[in-house]
């Protein structure tokens, strides 16, 4: 499995940016694909999955009403878009596999995207 994580970018507080992370292999390798972010300073932390069985979603209290998790039919395209965003949003965002929403039970991570909000 692969997964390649884009979107990212610079804008300012109160707009919106919609990433994108593209995996590879069969839909089974994956059954929960999630976002993930890391601030300097500060530790990895899962903020949004999107299982592929059920298509429950998770989002943790810092983006919830702001971010919305979805997918392509495919399952093979997962997207998060981000509105309202804030300063504290700044981070690099990843997406992985695993068992969502934590960072240590993730078994494929995409590369990063760096995304900063300016206020």
């Known amino acids: 499995v692969q997964l390649q994580a884009s979107g990212g970018g610079l804008v300012q507080a109160g707009g919106s940016l919609r990433l994108s992370c593209a995996a590879s292999?069969?839909?089974?390798?994956?059954?929960?694909i999630g976002w993930f972010r890391q601030a300097p300073g500060k530790e990895r932390e899962g903020i949004s999955c999107?299982?592929?069985?059920?298509?429950?979603?998770y989002y943790a209290d810092s983006v919830k009403g702001r971010f919305t998790i979805f997918r392509e039919s495919d399952k093979k395209l997962v997207f998060l878009q981000m509105n309202s965003l804030k300063p504290e949003d700044t981070a690099v965002y990843y997406c992985a596999t695993g068992s969502c929403p934590r960072p240590d039970l993730q078994d494929y991570w995409g590369q990063g995207t760096q995304v900063t909000v300016s206020s």
């Open positions: 292999g069969s839909p089974s390798d994956y059954p929960a």
């Open positions: 999107l299982s592929s069985s059920d298509g429950s979603t």
